[in-house]
C-alpha cells in the first residue's frame, strides 16, 4: 500500500518570503500522480498543483512550483513571494496511475502560518 | 455554478439517529467519492462509485451506506450514529481515464456531529 509522509506539521514564513513544504511518499508503482491541495479555514479542499510521474520536468503554478525526485520519492512545495491568503493546510496525495486506482492517499498535512 | 456542492453542510445530531448527506456535481464527471476528515485533519478515502457502479469500498461499518442513483449525485446514508462518526465528511468527483491525471474536486465538506 502506498503512503504518504509530511514530516512539518506546522511552518511559517514572512509575508513575501519563500517557503517550502516536505512531502515523501512510499511506492512500488512507476506510474502514478502526486498533487498538493490547500484548505483554508473555509476547509474547502483547494488544487494547488499536481505532477505526473512520468514527467521529468517539475510542474509551476504561478508562485508555487514543486520539486520532484522520483528516485528519492519526494514531491516538496515550494511558495515564492506569501501572500496572507496562502495560510492554509496542505496536503500531499498520491494517486496510483492505475484507472482502478483511483484513490487518493494523503499525508498528514502541514498547517502553513503567513506573518505580515 | 458551484462544481461539486453537498448538503447540509453541517449536521449536528443524537447518538443513534439516522441520517444522510448529499452530494451533486455538475462537471459531466464519471466517478465520485466520499473522503472522512477526522478530528486530527486526516483525510481518508471511504468509497467511490464510477457510473453508479460501486468500485472502492474501504473497510467502514455497515452503517455507512452510498447510492448513486446517476453519476451525477452520491449521497452517504449513515445509520445508528456513534460518537466516533463525527468529521467532516468531503464528496469529490473526477474523469476517470481519458489519458489524462484525473483531478479530483472536492465538495464544501459535511461537518457531522454526533452528540
Known amino acids: 500500500a502506498q503512503t504518504v509522509t509530511q514530516s512539518q506539521p506546522e511552518m511559517s514564513v514572512q509575508e513575501a518570503e519563500t517557503v517550502t513544504l516536505s512531502c515523501t511518499y512510499d511506492?512500488?508503482?512507476?506510474?502514478?500522480?502526486l498533487f498538493w491541495y490547500k484548505q483554508p479555514p473555509s476547509r474547502q479542499m483547494i488544487l494547488v498543483i499536481r505532477?505526473?510521474?512520468?514527467?521529468?520536468q517539475n510542474a509551476t503554478e504561478n508562485r508555487f512550483s514543486v520539486n520532484f525526485q522520483k528516485a528519492a520519492k519526494s514531491f516538496s512545495l515550494k511558495i515564492s513571494d506569501s501572500q496572507l491568503g496562502d495560510a492554509a493546510m496542505y496536503f500531499c496525495?498520491?494517486?496510483?496511475?492505475?484507472?482502478?486506482?483511483?484513490?487518493?492517499?494523503f499525508g498528514e498535512g502541514t498547517q502553513l502560518t503567513v506573518n505580515p | 455554478d458551484t462544481a461539486v456542492s453537498q448538503t447540509p453542510k453541517y449536521l449536528v445530531t443524537q447518538m443513534g439517529n439516522d441520517k444522510s448527506i448529499k452530494c451533486e456535481q455538475n462537471?459531466?464527471?464519471?466517478?465520485m467519492y466520499w473522503y472522512k476528515q477526522d478530528s486530527k485533519k486526516f483525510l481518508k478515502i471511504m468509497f467511490s462509485y464510477n457510473n453508479k457502479e460501486l468500485i472502492i469500498n474501504e473497510t467502514v461499518p455497515n452503517r455507512f451506506s452510498p447510492k448513486s442513483p446517476d453519476k451525477a449525485h452520491l449521497n452517504l446514508h449513515i445509520n445508528s450514529l456513534e460518537l466516533g462518526d463525527s468529521a467532516v465528511y468531503f464528496c469529490?468527483?473526477?474523469?476517470?481515464?481519458?489519458?489524462?491525471?484525473?483531478?479530483?474536486?472536492f465538495g464544501p465538506g459535511t461537518r457531522l456531529t454526533v452528540l
Open positions: 469529490a468527483s473526477s474523469q476517470l481515464g481519458g489519458g489524462a491525471p484525473d483531478t479530483q474536486y
Open positions: 511506492t512500488s508503482e512507476s506510474d502514478y500522480y
Open positions: 462537471l459531466g464527471h464519471d466517478t
Open positions: 496525495a498520491y494517486r496510483s496511475g492505475s484507472v482502478s486506482g483511483s484513490r487518493l492517499t
Open positions: 505532477q505526473e510521474a512520468y514527467k521529468q
